[in-house]
Protein backbone atom coordinates (compact mmCIF):
# COMPACT_ATOMS: atom_id res chain seq x y z
CA UNK A 1 0.00 0.00 0.00
CA UNK A 2 3.32 2.61 0.92
CA UNK A 3 4.52 1.97 -2.94
CA UNK A 4 1.08 2.10 -4.22
CA UNK A 5 0.58 5.85 -2.34
CA UNK A 6 4.15 6.68 -3.57
CA UNK A 7 3.75 6.28 -7.10
CA UNK A 8 0.24 7.60 -7.15
CA UNK A 9 1.95 10.63 -5.34
CA UNK A 10 4.80 10.51 -7.68
CA UNK A 11 2.01 10.82 -10.47
CA UNK A 12 -0.13 13.43 -8.87
CA UNK A 13 2.88 15.90 -8.45
CA UNK A 14 4.04 15.26 -11.78
CA UNK A 15 1.14 16.38 -13.29
CA UNK A 16 0.86 19.38 -11.30
CA UNK A 17 4.26 20.28 -12.17
CA UNK A 18 3.44 20.47 -15.91
CA UNK A 19 2.82 24.15 -17.13
CA UNK A 20 -0.14 25.53 -18.75
CA UNK A 21 1.38 25.85 -21.67
CA UNK A 22 2.33 21.87 -21.93
CA UNK A 23 -1.44 21.18 -21.15
CA UNK A 24 -2.73 23.59 -23.78
CA UNK A 25 -0.45 21.89 -26.19
CA UNK A 26 -1.86 18.54 -25.42
CA UNK A 27 -5.61 19.40 -26.49
CA UNK A 28 -7.92 22.69 -27.38
CA UNK A 29 -11.35 23.56 -26.79
CA UNK A 30 -13.55 22.03 -28.93
CA UNK A 31 -15.14 25.86 -30.20
CA UNK A 32 -11.41 26.75 -30.85
CA UNK A 33 -11.02 24.11 -33.52
CA UNK A 34 -14.61 24.08 -35.34
CA UNK A 35 -17.05 26.41 -36.94
CA UNK A 36 -20.45 25.68 -35.57
CA UNK A 37 -22.61 25.67 -39.02
CA UNK A 38 -25.85 28.44 -38.60
CA UNK A 39 -23.47 30.67 -36.51
CA UNK A 40 -21.26 32.75 -39.09
CA UNK A 41 -21.27 36.41 -39.64
CA UNK A 42 -22.61 38.09 -42.78
CA UNK A 43 -21.52 41.23 -44.79
CA UNK A 44 -23.49 44.46 -45.62
CA UNK A 45 -22.39 46.83 -48.25
CA UNK A 46 -24.55 50.18 -49.39
CA UNK A 47 -23.94 53.07 -51.55
CA UNK A 48 -24.07 56.53 -50.23
CA UNK A 49 -23.12 60.20 -50.01
CA UNK A 50 -20.66 61.78 -47.74
CA UNK A 51 -21.57 65.72 -47.37
CA UNK A 52 -19.75 68.27 -45.38
CA UNK A 53 -16.19 68.54 -46.65
CA UNK A 54 -13.95 71.32 -47.31
CA UNK A 55 -13.47 71.38 -50.94
CA UNK A 56 -11.96 67.68 -50.77
CA UNK A 57 -15.10 66.11 -52.80
CA UNK A 58 -15.67 64.44 -55.73
CA UNK A 59 -14.65 66.51 -58.93
CA UNK A 60 -16.78 67.35 -61.66
CA UNK A 61 -15.59 64.57 -64.44
CA UNK A 62 -16.95 62.21 -61.65
CA UNK A 63 -20.55 62.26 -63.10
CA UNK A 64 -23.12 59.52 -60.85
CA UNK A 65 -22.20 61.68 -57.52
CA UNK A 66 -23.73 64.80 -58.86
CA UNK A 67 -26.28 62.52 -60.03
CA UNK A 68 -26.69 61.23 -56.52
CA UNK A 69 -27.70 64.43 -55.18
CA UNK A 70 -30.12 65.44 -57.87
CA UNK A 71 -32.08 62.36 -57.00
CA UNK A 72 -31.60 62.92 -53.13
CA UNK A 73 -33.15 66.66 -53.30
CA UNK A 74 -36.02 65.46 -55.58
CA UNK A 75 -37.13 63.37 -53.21
CA UNK A 76 -37.34 66.17 -51.17
CA UNK A 77 -39.55 67.98 -53.22
CA UNK A 78 -36.77 70.15 -54.95
CA UNK A 79 -37.34 70.50 -58.68
CA UNK A 80 -34.23 70.20 -60.48
CA UNK A 81 -33.16 69.48 -64.09
CA UNK A 82 -31.63 66.39 -64.62
CA UNK A 83 -29.37 68.13 -67.57
CA UNK A 84 -28.37 69.97 -64.58
CA UNK A 85 -24.98 69.77 -62.88
CA UNK A 86 -24.74 71.08 -59.74
CA UNK A 87 -21.04 71.41 -59.78
CA UNK A 88 -20.05 69.97 -56.18
CA UNK A 89 -17.24 70.29 -54.67
CA UNK A 90 -18.58 69.18 -50.79
CA UNK A 91 -19.67 65.70 -51.30
CA UNK A 92 -18.31 62.36 -52.20
CA UNK A 93 -19.86 59.30 -53.15
CA UNK A 94 -18.96 56.49 -50.76
CA UNK A 95 -19.60 52.68 -50.49
CA UNK A 96 -20.28 51.71 -46.94
CA UNK A 97 -19.45 48.10 -45.37
CA UNK A 98 -20.40 46.39 -42.46
CA UNK A 99 -20.29 43.04 -40.72
CA UNK A 100 -23.22 41.60 -39.00
CA UNK A 101 -22.45 39.24 -35.87
CA UNK A 102 -24.04 35.82 -35.59
CA UNK A 103 -27.76 35.54 -34.45
CA UNK A 104 -27.52 39.80 -34.21
CA UNK A 105 -30.96 40.82 -33.42
CA UNK A 106 -32.94 44.06 -34.70
CA UNK A 107 -31.84 47.08 -32.83
CA UNK A 108 -28.40 46.45 -32.54
CA UNK A 109 -26.08 48.59 -33.91
CA UNK A 110 -23.02 48.22 -36.15
CA UNK A 111 -19.37 49.38 -36.64
CA UNK A 112 -19.17 50.62 -40.37
CA UNK A 113 -16.40 51.45 -42.70
CA UNK A 114 -16.54 54.23 -45.49
CA UNK A 115 -14.73 54.45 -48.80
CA UNK A 116 -14.60 56.62 -51.43
CA UNK A 117 -15.62 55.81 -54.71
CA UNK A 118 -14.52 58.76 -56.88
CA UNK A 119 -11.50 61.20 -56.77
CA UNK A 120 -12.17 62.68 -53.21
CA UNK A 121 -9.10 64.08 -51.53
CA UNK A 122 -10.22 63.27 -48.03
CA UNK A 123 -13.35 62.49 -46.48
CA UNK A 124 -11.90 64.19 -43.07
CA UNK A 125 -14.85 65.99 -41.35
CA UNK A 126 -17.56 64.63 -43.67
CA UNK A 127 -21.10 63.25 -42.17
CA UNK A 128 -22.75 59.87 -44.02
CA UNK A 129 -26.12 60.66 -44.31
CA UNK A 130 -28.90 57.83 -43.88
CA UNK A 131 -27.78 54.85 -46.14
CA UNK A 132 -29.31 51.46 -46.72
CA UNK A 133 -27.21 48.08 -46.26
CA UNK A 134 -27.72 45.38 -48.30
CA UNK A 135 -26.62 41.47 -47.67
CA UNK A 136 -26.22 39.27 -50.85
CA UNK A 137 -29.70 38.49 -51.32
CA UNK A 138 -30.27 42.02 -52.30
CA UNK A 139 -32.59 43.07 -49.20
CA UNK A 140 -32.47 45.66 -46.53
CA UNK A 141 -31.00 44.70 -42.86
CA UNK A 142 -29.31 47.74 -41.56
CA UNK A 143 -29.35 51.51 -41.91
CA UNK A 144 -25.85 54.05 -41.54
CA UNK A 145 -25.08 57.82 -40.40
CA UNK A 146 -23.42 59.53 -38.68
CA UNK A 147 -20.12 61.58 -38.78
CA UNK A 148 -16.86 59.79 -40.04
CA UNK A 149 -13.85 59.47 -37.92
CA UNK A 150 -11.00 59.82 -40.71
CA UNK A 151 -7.36 59.00 -39.73
CA UNK A 152 -5.31 60.14 -42.67
CA UNK A 153 -4.75 63.88 -43.42
CA UNK A 154 -3.69 65.33 -46.45
CA UNK A 155 -2.73 68.63 -47.41
CA UNK A 156 -1.59 70.60 -50.95
CA UNK A 157 -0.24 73.40 -52.26
CA UNK A 158 -0.36 75.73 -55.32
CA UNK A 159 2.34 74.93 -56.81
CA UNK A 160 0.78 70.85 -57.17
CA UNK A 161 3.28 69.47 -54.28
CA UNK A 162 1.13 67.32 -51.65
CA UNK A 163 1.50 65.55 -48.36
CA UNK A 164 -0.59 62.76 -47.23
CA UNK A 165 -0.35 60.57 -43.90
CA UNK A 166 -2.27 57.79 -43.71
CA UNK A 167 -5.20 57.35 -46.22
CA UNK A 168 -7.66 60.08 -45.44
CA UNK A 169 -10.02 58.67 -47.93
CA UNK A 170 -11.37 56.24 -45.86
CA UNK A 171 -13.21 56.71 -42.63
CA UNK A 172 -15.18 54.85 -39.55
CA UNK A 173 -18.30 55.81 -37.88
CA UNK A 174 -18.43 53.26 -34.79
CA UNK A 175 -21.84 51.91 -34.01
CA UNK A 176 -23.45 54.08 -37.22
CA UNK A 177 -25.33 51.48 -38.63
CA UNK A 178 -28.87 49.95 -36.70
CA UNK A 179 -29.81 46.67 -37.22
CA UNK A 180 -33.65 46.79 -38.92
CA UNK A 181 -34.03 42.88 -39.49
CA UNK A 182 -32.59 39.80 -38.25
CA UNK A 183 -30.31 37.52 -40.38
CA UNK A 184 -31.70 34.41 -41.39
CA UNK A 185 -30.47 31.11 -39.77
CA UNK A 186 -31.36 27.24 -39.83
CA UNK A 187 -28.77 26.83 -36.09
CA UNK A 188 -32.37 26.70 -34.29
CA UNK A 189 -34.08 24.58 -36.96
CA UNK A 190 -32.38 21.43 -37.55
CA UNK A 191 -32.30 18.26 -35.75
CA UNK A 192 -28.14 18.42 -35.81
CA UNK A 193 -25.73 20.48 -34.72
CA UNK A 194 -22.94 20.43 -37.70
CA UNK A 195 -19.69 21.37 -36.52
CA UNK A 196 -16.80 21.96 -39.17
CA UNK A 197 -13.53 21.52 -38.62
CA UNK A 198 -10.98 24.08 -39.03
CA UNK A 199 -7.71 22.37 -39.95
CA UNK A 200 -9.71 18.60 -41.55
CA UNK A 201 -8.42 15.85 -39.62
CA UNK A 202 -9.84 12.26 -38.95
CA UNK A 203 -8.27 11.87 -36.10
CA UNK A 204 -9.70 15.44 -34.61
CA UNK A 205 -13.00 13.89 -36.16
CA UNK A 206 -12.49 10.84 -34.25
CA UNK A 207 -11.23 12.41 -30.92
CA UNK A 208 -14.34 15.28 -31.18
CA UNK A 209 -16.85 12.07 -31.52
CA UNK A 210 -15.28 9.61 -29.05
CA UNK A 211 -15.43 12.87 -26.42
CA UNK A 212 -19.09 14.18 -27.23
CA UNK A 213 -20.39 10.97 -26.60
CA UNK A 214 -18.57 10.10 -23.37
CA UNK A 215 -20.28 12.85 -22.06
CA UNK A 216 -24.18 12.91 -23.39
CA UNK A 217 -23.85 8.90 -24.50
CA UNK A 218 -23.97 6.83 -27.35
CA UNK A 219 -24.87 7.86 -30.75
CA UNK A 220 -25.35 11.69 -30.17
CA UNK A 221 -22.07 12.81 -32.58
CA UNK A 222 -21.35 11.16 -35.54
CA UNK A 223 -18.46 11.71 -37.55
CA UNK A 224 -19.42 12.39 -41.32
CA UNK A 225 -15.54 13.26 -42.33
CA UNK A 226 -12.26 14.57 -41.78
CA UNK A 227 -13.83 17.81 -41.93
CA UNK A 228 -17.72 17.22 -40.35
CA UNK A 229 -18.89 16.26 -37.23
CA UNK A 230 -23.06 15.77 -36.77
CA UNK A 231 -24.57 16.27 -33.12
CA UNK A 232 -27.83 15.57 -32.26
CA UNK A 233 -29.08 18.81 -30.68
CA UNK A 234 -32.60 19.43 -27.91
CA UNK A 235 -34.82 20.68 -29.71
CA UNK A 236 -35.67 23.44 -27.36
CA UNK A 237 -34.01 26.63 -28.05
CA UNK A 238 -33.18 26.76 -23.69
CA UNK A 239 -31.89 23.51 -23.86
CA UNK A 240 -29.84 23.87 -27.47
CA UNK A 241 -28.31 27.18 -25.38
CA UNK A 242 -27.23 24.61 -22.25
CA UNK A 243 -26.33 21.88 -24.84
CA UNK A 244 -24.00 24.28 -26.58
CA UNK A 245 -22.56 25.76 -23.57
CA UNK A 246 -21.56 21.91 -22.27
CA UNK A 247 -19.50 21.07 -25.67
CA UNK A 248 -17.51 24.84 -25.23
CA UNK A 249 -15.75 23.52 -22.42
CA UNK A 250 -15.29 20.24 -24.19
CA UNK A 251 -10.64 19.92 -24.56
CA UNK A 252 -10.18 17.90 -27.44
CA UNK A 253 -6.78 16.36 -28.58
CA UNK A 254 -6.30 16.98 -32.37
CA UNK A 255 -4.52 15.12 -34.27
CA UNK A 256 -0.88 15.14 -36.56
CA UNK A 257 -0.80 18.30 -38.23
CA UNK A 258 1.72 18.65 -41.29
CA UNK A 259 4.42 21.55 -41.09
CA UNK A 260 4.02 23.69 -43.60
CA UNK A 261 6.63 26.20 -45.16
CA UNK A 262 5.45 29.34 -46.59
CA UNK A 263 6.82 30.94 -49.09
CA UNK A 264 5.62 34.95 -50.24
CA UNK A 265 7.16 35.39 -54.10
CA UNK A 266 6.57 38.77 -54.38
CA UNK A 267 7.96 39.89 -50.96
CA UNK A 268 10.87 37.12 -50.53
CA UNK A 269 9.45 36.30 -47.16
CA UNK A 270 9.70 32.79 -46.00
CA UNK A 271 8.01 31.17 -42.92
CA UNK A 272 8.24 28.07 -41.32
CA UNK A 273 7.08 26.10 -38.56
CA UNK A 274 9.15 24.92 -35.67
CA UNK A 275 8.19 21.50 -36.28
CA UNK A 276 9.91 21.29 -39.47
CA UNK A 277 12.78 18.89 -40.10
CA UNK A 278 14.79 17.43 -42.74
CA UNK A 279 16.02 14.21 -43.72
CA UNK A 280 20.05 13.20 -44.36
CA UNK A 281 20.79 15.42 -47.38
CA UNK A 282 24.42 17.36 -49.02
CA UNK A 283 23.35 20.49 -50.34
CA UNK A 284 25.31 23.13 -52.39
CA UNK A 285 24.29 26.47 -53.60
CA UNK A 286 25.83 28.96 -55.46
CA UNK A 287 25.04 32.09 -57.85
CA UNK A 288 25.60 32.42 -61.14
CA UNK A 289 25.78 36.61 -62.03
CA UNK A 290 25.96 37.55 -66.14
CA UNK A 291 26.56 41.27 -66.13
CA UNK A 292 26.11 42.69 -69.98
CA UNK A 293 27.68 46.64 -70.29
CA UNK A 294 26.52 48.11 -73.53
CA UNK A 295 28.77 51.27 -74.73
CA UNK A 296 28.44 53.35 -77.67
CA UNK A 297 31.37 55.42 -79.37
CA UNK A 298 31.50 57.71 -82.63
CA UNK A 299 34.21 56.83 -84.65
CA UNK A 300 35.93 59.43 -86.85
CA UNK A 301 37.96 59.43 -89.82
CA UNK A 302 41.43 62.01 -89.90
CA UNK A 303 40.56 64.87 -90.90
CA UNK A 304 36.98 64.97 -90.66
CA UNK A 305 36.87 68.55 -88.50
CA UNK A 306 39.22 69.62 -91.78
CA UNK A 307 36.83 68.33 -94.21
CA UNK A 308 39.63 66.34 -96.04
CA UNK A 309 38.55 62.93 -94.71
CA UNK A 310 37.45 59.98 -97.19
CA UNK A 311 34.81 58.29 -94.88
CA UNK A 312 32.17 59.12 -93.07
CA UNK A 313 31.82 59.45 -89.19
CA UNK A 314 29.83 56.47 -87.57
CA UNK A 315 28.67 55.57 -84.31
CA UNK A 316 30.07 52.06 -82.93
CA UNK A 317 28.54 49.78 -80.13
CA UNK A 318 30.91 47.88 -77.41
CA UNK A 319 29.73 45.15 -75.36
CA UNK A 320 31.62 44.12 -72.49
CA UNK A 321 30.12 40.59 -70.97
CA UNK A 322 31.21 39.43 -67.65
CA UNK A 323 30.31 35.90 -66.11
CA UNK A 324 30.58 35.89 -62.11
CA UNK A 325 30.14 32.56 -60.65
CA UNK A 326 29.99 32.24 -56.84
CA UNK A 327 31.74 29.56 -55.01
CA UNK A 328 29.13 27.08 -53.83
CA UNK A 329 29.92 25.61 -49.81
CA UNK A 330 28.37 22.03 -49.82
CA UNK A 331 27.29 20.81 -46.29
CA UNK A 332 25.19 18.05 -44.67
CA UNK A 333 22.36 17.88 -43.13
CA UNK A 334 22.19 14.86 -40.96
CA UNK A 335 18.89 12.85 -40.05
CA UNK A 336 15.94 14.76 -38.49
CA UNK A 337 17.68 18.40 -38.48
CA UNK A 338 15.69 20.82 -36.81
CA UNK A 339 14.56 24.41 -37.81
CA UNK A 340 16.88 25.98 -35.88
CA UNK A 341 20.02 24.08 -37.66
CA UNK A 342 18.29 25.15 -41.05
CA UNK A 343 18.45 28.91 -40.60
CA UNK A 344 21.74 28.65 -38.91
CA UNK A 345 23.22 26.88 -41.52
CA UNK A 346 21.73 28.67 -44.50
CA UNK A 347 22.86 31.88 -42.48
CA UNK A 348 26.20 30.78 -42.28
CA UNK A 349 26.15 30.52 -46.37
CA UNK A 350 25.30 34.07 -46.54
CA UNK A 351 21.94 33.16 -48.53
CA UNK A 352 18.93 35.20 -49.01
CA UNK A 353 15.36 34.21 -48.73
CA UNK A 354 15.01 33.80 -52.48
CA UNK A 355 18.13 31.19 -51.96
CA UNK A 356 16.83 29.57 -49.07
CA UNK A 357 13.45 29.10 -50.98
CA UNK A 358 15.58 27.11 -53.84
CA UNK A 359 17.13 25.21 -51.55
CA UNK A 360 13.67 23.81 -49.61
CA UNK A 361 12.23 23.39 -53.19
CA UNK A 362 15.02 21.54 -54.30
CA UNK A 363 15.07 19.21 -50.70
CA UNK A 364 11.23 18.56 -51.43
CA UNK A 365 11.88 17.13 -54.64
CA UNK A 366 14.34 14.83 -53.69
CA UNK A 367 11.86 13.70 -51.06
CA UNK A 368 14.61 15.03 -47.73
CA UNK A 369 11.89 17.62 -46.60
CA UNK A 370 9.26 16.37 -43.82
CA UNK A 371 7.15 19.29 -44.07
CA UNK A 372 4.41 20.80 -47.04
CA UNK A 373 5.52 23.64 -49.28
CA UNK A 374 2.55 26.89 -49.68
CA UNK A 375 3.47 29.30 -52.03
CA UNK A 376 0.90 32.63 -51.76
Known amino acids: MRKVALVMACMLSTLLAQSPAQAEAQSRYLMDIVDVQGIRENQLVGYGLVVGLDGTGDKNQVKFTSQSVVNMLKQFGVQIDDKTDPKLKNVAAVAVSATVSPLASPGQTLDITVSSLGDAKSLRGGTLLMTPLRAVDGEIYAVAQGNLVVGGVSAQGRNGSSVTVNIPTVGNIPNG ?172 LGASPMDLMSILQALDEAGALEAELVVI
Open 177 to 348: ALLEASMPSNFNQTEHIVLNLKQPSFKTARNIERAVNELFGPSVAEADSNAKVMVRAPKSNRERVTFMSMLEELQIEQGRKSPRVVFNSRTGTVVMGGDVVVRKAAVSHGNLTVSIVEQQNVSQPNGAFLGQAQGETVVTNDSTVDIDQENGHMFVWEEGVALEDIVRAVNS
